[in-house]
């Protein structure tokens, strides 16, 4: 289906930060946030940073700040991206993690939320489905993920989307909570 709205890449709307560090040598004897990607909840967007010594981290990790995307590049099909709240001011993500900062004063720029939704879509899974490379350890390059092209409708509209998607995800989440309780309810009963 055609958008009625202009389409722009991933690459145009987000700078990358590429800040490569070796907990254990270059933050020795820190507590730092560390975000791996079982930190990160498939298809949720949800994401629990956790408290760690920097000394038990040996690989490579890029920092993030708050306001920064976080999108796994391995098992894309998990569709592991978040959006790094107020929660969080300064952390690590793994190296499968590509950390992206929203450009703002763009000429159309997104709402960070709404991006994070966008990432997790069957719009952007099925642009990228036929680029994962690899069977054992399926990823995305990054040219792939900054390739992603999303439709950009204005400011008020985008607001307006997500508004919508809060109040459908709510309505959503207190019909998993009543059913869980029926059930509950039933397996007692029976």
Do not use: W
Not at 27 to 40: H, K, M, P, S, T
Not at 65 to 73: A, I, N, P, V, Y
Not at 122 to 142: A, T, Y
Not at 163 to 186: C, N, P, R, V, W
């Amino acid at each position: 289906a055609m958008s009625p709205y202009p389409t722009t890449t991933i690459g145009e709307l987000c700078d990358v930060r590429n800040e490569a560090v070796l907990p254990c040598k270059d933050l020795e004897d820190e507590d730092i946030y560390y975000v791996g990607l079982a930190n990160i909840e498939s298809m949720t967007g949800h994401c629990k940073p956790s408290l760690t010594s920097a000394n038990s981290i040996k690989s490579s990790v890029k920092r993030f700040t708050s306001g920064d995307l976080l999108f796994s590049k391995l098992r894309p099909e998990l569709r592991k991206a978040c959006l790094i709240g107020d929660f969080c001011d300064e952390g690590y993500a793994s190296a499968e993690c590509l950390v992206l900062t929203p450009k703002k004063d763009i000429e159309r720029e997104i709402v960070p939320e709404l991006l994070s939704i966008l990432l997790r879509s069957d719009l952007v899974f099925g642009q990228i489905v036929h680029q994962i490379v690899g069977i054992g350890r399926p990823r995305l390059s990054k040219a792939s993920v900054l390739g992603i092209r999303i439709p950009i409708p204005p400011v008020a509209i985008q607001l307006q989307l997500l508004d919508e998607y809060t109040t459908g995800k709510q309505h959503a989440d207190s019909f998993i909570a009543q059913s869980a309780s029926a059930l509950s309810k039933s397996e007692e009963i029976i």
